[in-house]
């Protein structure tokens, strides 16, 4: 039977339909209309799901976080607007009329990569994910460890140094706050007095801006630290990066990777990029719905 995967973005929707093999056999985008609210926006996908046939044998959600995975619901993530206490399992199982169930985008990911793409073969599996945000996952023997409160690999929340700045739920110095990429610009645009993006933040770089070097060099410091953290609290077969910094910038995971190996007792760690990029957590909750269907 087929399997449904949803993945709820914070300006767009998708639903794909895979086969029992894993392959994608057709896929449905919208906008994430704020207006409009939860279940009117999912409405749009229920209706090319059944238009698209019956014949399902359950649904898994990527969504962002936070979440309780117990009742299916997410709960108050903050770039998706109106959708706070939404039990989205629950509202999918009831539309399409098989189980359903929701796990967070980047654990969805990395299950993907440790199953069927880059950490394959490997019992112990860490992604990382360095994009916008930074966050990650952990699954051993194929199974994602999420922890009593969906709180297991939340790497975005490591706490790496004394910065006080921070947003939301993110302590101040974790590494989301410092590592991410919206960190960087948040840094960038204060040193530099203007606007400066990620991906220009980079492009300086590259071109010798002592103040770009200078930025990247701390990020990537902070990054090495929590890899070493990471090392020492799981001490993974293999990490996996993926997201658009580190799939984009292999020579930055490098010079992080050099680094942290000189926090580490035995330096010798497998390191991997995702081989499914952006859409590694559909694949995942693809993987998600043959597990509850």
């Given at each position: 039977?087929?399997?449904?995967?949803i993945?709820?973005?914070?300006?767009?929707?998708?639903?794909?339909?895979?086969?029992?093999?894993?392959?994608?056999?057709?896929?449905?985008?919208?906008?994430?209309?704020?207006?409009?609210?939860?279940?009117?926006?999912?409405d749009?996908?229920?209706?090319?799901l059944?238009?698209?046939?019956?014949?399902?044998?359950?649904?898994?959600?990527?969504?962002?976080?936070?979440?309780?995975?117990?009742?299916?619901?997410?709960?108050?993530?903050?770039?998706?607007?109106?959708?706070?206490?939404?039990?989205?399992?629950g509202?999918?199982?009831?539309?399409?009329?098989?189980?359903?169930a929701?796990?967070?985008?980047g654990n969805?990911a990395?299950?993907?990569?440790?199953?069927?793409?880059?950490?394959?073969?490997?019992?112990?599996?860490?992604?990382?994910?360095?994009?916008?945000?930074?966050?990650?996952?952990?699954?051993?023997?194929?199974?994602?460890?999420?922890?009593?409160?969906?709180?297991?690999?939340?790497?975005y929340?490591?706490?790496?140094?004394?910065?006080?700045?921070?947003?939301?739920?993110?302590?101040?110095?974790?590494?989301?706050?410092?590592?991410?990429?919206?960190?960087?610009?948040?840094?960038?645009?204060?040193?530099?007095?203007?606007?400066?993006?990620?991906?220009?933040?980079?492009?300086?770089?590259?071109?010798?801006?002592?103040?770009?070097?200078?930025?990247?060099?701390?990020?990537?410091?902070?990054?090495?630290?929590?890899?070493a953290n990471?090392?020492?609290?799981?001490?993974?077969?293999?990490?996996?990066?993926?997201?658009?910094?580190?799939?984009?910038?292999?020579?930055?995971?490098?010079?992080?990777?050099?680094r942290?190996?000189?926090?580490?007792?035995?330096?010798?760690?497998?390191?991997?990029?995702?081989?499914?990029?952006?859409?590694?957590?559909?694949?995942?909750?693809?993987?998600?719905?043959?597990?509850?269907?």
């Open positions: 039977m087929k399997r449904i995967a993945d709820i973005g914070g300006t767009q929707l998708r639903a794909a339909i895979f086969s029992e093999d894993m392959k994608i056999l057709d896929v449905f985008k919208t906008d994430n209309d704020r207006a409009i609210g939860a279940a009117t926006n999912l749009k996908l229920i209706r090319f059944k238009e698209a046939g019956s014949d399902y044998c359950g649904v898994g959600i990527a969504s962002p976080g936070p979440l309780d995975l117990k009742k299916g619901m997410i709960l108050n993530p903050p770039n998706l607007h109106g959708w706070d206490n939404f039990p989205v399992a509202y999918f199982s009831e539309q399409m009329g098989v189980p359903a929701v796990n967070n985008d969805l990395g299950l993907a990569e440790a199953r069927i793409g880059a950490g394959k073969g490997f019992d112990s599996v860490v992604f990382i994910g360095m994009s916008t945000g930074l966050g990650g996952s952990y699954v051993y023997k194929g199974e994602l460890i999420n922890g009593a409160h969906c709180n297991t690999a939340e790497f929340n490591v706490m790496v140094c004394d910065d006080p700045y921070h947003h939301g739920s993110a302590n101040p110095g974790s590494l989301n706050e410092i590592a991410g990429g919206a960190a960087m610009e948040r840094i960038a645009t204060e040193r530099y007095g203007r606007q400066v993006y990620a991906k220009d933040l980079f492009r300086l770089y590259d071109a010798g801006d002592p103040t770009a070097r200078e930025i990247l060099e701390r990020t990537s410091e902070m990054l090495a630290r929590g890899i990471i090392y020492y609290t799981i001490d993974p077969d293999i990490y996996v990066i993926g997201g658009s910094i580190g799939l984009h910038n292999h020579w930055y995971v490098d010079k992080t990777i050099a942290a190996k000189t926090y580490m007792v035995d330096p010798s760690i497998n390191v991997a990029y995702s081989v499914y990029g952006d859409d590694a957590g559909l694949y995942g909750a693809a993987l998600l719905a043959g597990d509850v269907g």
